[in-house]
């Protein structure tokens, strides 16, 4: 029965009329509309591009897999080779941890630096 008594108002309290209500409402719904219009198109695109992603994976796994085909024939045939390729492979590897700490080592006194100011 209360709710029966309230009156939508407008933000500076002054209570609107029927018609400056529905008006109102419909511009919400209008807007509402756009808004799952615009949704259910980025939720197309965003399909489309994961569909896209997993062609690419999967081809890349195919590659992969072809190439670490190939690359076990070669070891049986040329051992050597394949220690060659291990070994650069392992060297940026290992730069990155170390990169990482003098990042963050870097950082820190930075921000330190900072808040001893």
Do not use: C
Not at 48 to 68: I, P
Not at 73 to 101: E, K, Y
């Amino acid at each position: 029965m209360g709710d029966d008594l309230k009156k939508p108002y407008e933000d500076d309290g002054v209570t609107l009329g029927p018609e400056d209500a529905l008006r109102r409402e419909i511009e919400k719904s209008k807007t509402l509309k756009v808004e799952k219009l615009q949704l259910k198109d980025a939720i197309e695109k965003l399909r489309a591009e994961n569909d896209a992603l997993l062609k690419t994976n999967q081809s890349m796994e195919q590659r992969l897999n072809s190439l670490t085909d190939q690359s076990a024939g070669d070891i049986h045939s040329n051992p050597d080779r394949h220690s060659t390729i291990v070994q650069t492979n392992q060297t940026p590897n290992m730069r990155w941890p170390f990169f990482l700490l003098v990042f963050n080592l870097v950082a820190v006194g930075i921000l330190l630096i900072f808040l001893i100011k």
